[in-house]
């Protein structure tokens, strides 16, 4: 504008106008906004982006059987101590891949190391013991999502670069009714009265992380009834895990911590236990499950990032995980968020998946509370096709476990879903946020829910867009 301009009375109401104008498109966008549909998607062109830093590692041409360090697939053998010595070599020869034959092979904890890849080839299957002091020492752990000292998980890694676990063989934990399961206190998974259980020691966790005990005085283990997990890759870098079977875990089967660059691939989980979820990457970025089918006793694809005091203390999200070509049998929900989530999560991609079964409670789920607290942002799910659920296709709910109880808000936000068709459910969309603090800016566009029972649920949820959503044929307002 010309100076002259402010010498003339007549002018000064278009300067004012033009001067709010310019402070309007100068002030930054509020953190939370709801976008309009023709907008939705563009989180997607992320992807390529996020493909590209997710690289499986690789290992140099060299092989060690394990029955060349005393290992014999008998079914009967321990081989603890050559799995032990056969990764040893691998590490001293810088590399390659710790091989194990056909046959059944029973062994304890196995603890990978940097450049390894443990190599299950064709009919071979590792057998873990039932005997929970095959699983000691403890060792630095996270235990649903509180960290602690506890029984080693079945393979464990702890700060490890390029390790992986590939073949088509299988792991079988052998957890059932007489073996961990009846740890959970549950009389369906075989718990009798005045058997231990983990009741006490899942409390006194929880409590020790609520008084910010150090880590290093949450010993559990021996004498203690945490069950342990069945593999746990903590704080790693360049993880591959791919093409194997895993059944009959005590707990969690795949649980990367704090690590980046994981790929997950080509693996078939079948396990039908108490908090056997099939995948759960917690605190982790840059994560790739593709083509892997779940049937399971809990989540298929739980994401974490820590709980209450302790997953605030880290302050560690889940970030860039994508969700690919995979199959949901069995399960609480096909892809999950939740609950351990107080150290937030973000840039969550899924589509292309297959998900049926009666026993399938939720399609996509999304569970938190105030006790937990955390954000969980811009997730993005398309061209998933359900044949049935049990409870809803897409639900999310602050009112999981403790409900409303605690200072510590939690935040969802940004959630797109599109070309999502179902042929049966409960209901169609269940959500329920808070008066306080709504679930923020969900997006549904071109979905088909049918043979829907009892309709939507939706409670203080704001910037709700339904864009050609049919449910029971129904277009939807």
């Known amino acids: 504008m010309h100076p002259s301009a402010f010498r003339n009375k007549n002018a000064i109401p278009y300067i004012a106008t033009a001067l709010v104008l310019v402070l309007c498109l100068c002030r930054p966008f509020p953190s939370v906004q709801s976008a309009a549909p023709s907008d939705a998607y563009d989180g997607w062109k992320q992807l390529p982006e996020i493909l590209k830093r997710i690289v499986p590692p690789s290992f140099p ?100 670069v390029n390790i992986a676990i590939t073949g088509t063989g299988v792991l079988d934990g052998r957890a059932d009714s007489t073996a961990w399961w009846s740890w959970t206190g549950n009389r369906r998974f075989g718990w009798g009265s005045g058997s231990p259980n983990q009741k006490p020691d899942r409390t006194e966790l929880q409590e020790m992380a609520e008084k910010d005990v150090p880590v290093e005085q949450r010993i559990f283990g021996e004498g203690h009834w945490l069950r342990p997990n069945f593999i746990q890759p903590y704080r790693c870098r360049n993880v591959l895990i791919e093409g194997i079977t895993i059944q009959n875990s005590p707990m969690w089967e795949i649980h990367p911590v704090l690590c980046t660059n994981v790929t997950v691939r080509g693996v078939r989980v079948v396990s039908h236990g108490p908090n056997n979820d099939g995948c759960d990457p917690e605190s982790c970025t840059d994560v790739l499950i593709e083509n892997c089918t779940f049937d399971t006793g809990d989540d298929c694809i739980a994401i974490k990032s820590g709980r209450n005091a302790d997953g605030r203390r880290l302050n560690t999200p889940s970030q860039n995980i994508v969700i690919r070509g995979c199959t949901m049998k069995d399960g609480h929900g096909g892809v999950v968020i939740g609950s351990e989530i107080s150290g937030g999560t973000r840039n969550v991609f899924a589509e ?95 979905c088909e829910f049918n043979n829907v029972k009892q309709g939507n649920v939706v409670s203080h949820v704001s910037g709700l867009v339904m864009k050609r959503v049919f449910i029971n044929g129904q277009m939807q307002p």
Request: net charge negative; proline share 5%; aromatic share 12%.
């Open 352 to 446: 292309n998946c297959v998900m049926d079964s009666p026993n399938l409670d939720r399609v996509l789920r999304i569970k938190t509370n105030s006790v937990r607290g955390g954000a969980v942002e811009n997730v993005y799910m398309r061209n998933i096709t359900v044949g049935q659920v049990a409870e809803a296709v897409i639900l999310i709910d602050f009112f999981y476990e403790e409900g409303d109880s605690g200072p510590h808000l939690p935040v969802v936000r940004h959630i797109y879903v599109q070309n999502v068709k179902s042929q049966k459910s409960r209901y169609g969309v269940y959500f329920r946020g808070y008066e306080r603090s709504p679930i923020d800016d969900v997006i549904l566009e071109d």
């Open 61 to 160: 041409n060299r092989d060690f059987p394990i029955t060349q360090y005393g290992a014999k697939g008998d079914g009967l053998t321990d081989c603890t101590e050559a799995f032990r010595k056969a990764i040893d070599a691998c590490v001293l020869a810088g590399g390659g891949r710790v091989v194990v034959p056909a046959g059944t092979y029973v062994t304890g904890a196995i603890h990978l190391k940097s450049n390894v890849n443990l190599h299950v080839g064709e009919d071979a299957v590792i057998r873990f013991s039932s005997d929970p002091a095959k699983y000691l020492p403890v060792v630095f752990t996270r235990w649903e999502g509180v960290e602690c000292y506890n029984y080693s998980p079945f393979i464990y890694a702890f700060e490890q």
